[in-house]
Nanobody
Framework: QEKLVESGGGLVQPGGSLKLSCAPS????????MGWFRRAPGKASELVAA????????YYTDAVNGRFTISRDNDLDTLNLEMNDLRPEDTALYSC?????????????????WGQGNRVTVTS
């Protein structure tokens, strides 16, 4: 059974940093692109970052480009999202997601498995 479990997140002041991790199980992690989505209160879910199956290409939404870094370790089966210079508008439920193939897509329907999500709250 495919499963994704997020960890990390929490409460941080503006300008602070947090790291999210995602532990996959039940599938061959190294042949699928992965993504991080977030849903802020009252807003639609958005793709924050994505990474190809071998990690050689990545995508960031403009709002986080230069502040967030997505990475993966295919030997350890781990997906990470390092978030720096956090802002109140980054407050959201963050979920990792598995794509349907090795190349990432910005379209949510291209992702076929989602984690439960971890909350990130940025407030002073």
């Amino acid at each position: 059974q495919e499963k994704l479990v997020e960890s990390g997140g929490g409460l941080v002041q503006p300008g602070g940093s947090l790291k999210l991790s995602c532990a996959p199980s039940g599938f061959n992690f190294d042949i699928y692109a992965m993504g991080w989505f977030r849903r802020a209160p009252g807003k639609a879910s958005e793709l924050v970052a994505a990474i190809s199956s071998n990690g050689d290409s990545s995508y960031y939404t403009d709002a986080v480009n230069g502040r967030f870094t997505i990475s993966r370790d295919n030997d350890l089966d781990t997906l990470n999202l390092e978030m720096n210079d956090l802002r109140p508008e980054d407050t959201a439920l963050y979920s990792c997601a598995k794509s349907g193939g090795p190349r990432f897509s910005r379209a949510p329907h291209s992702y076929d498995k989602w984690g439960q999500g971890n909350r990130v709250t940025v407030t002073s």
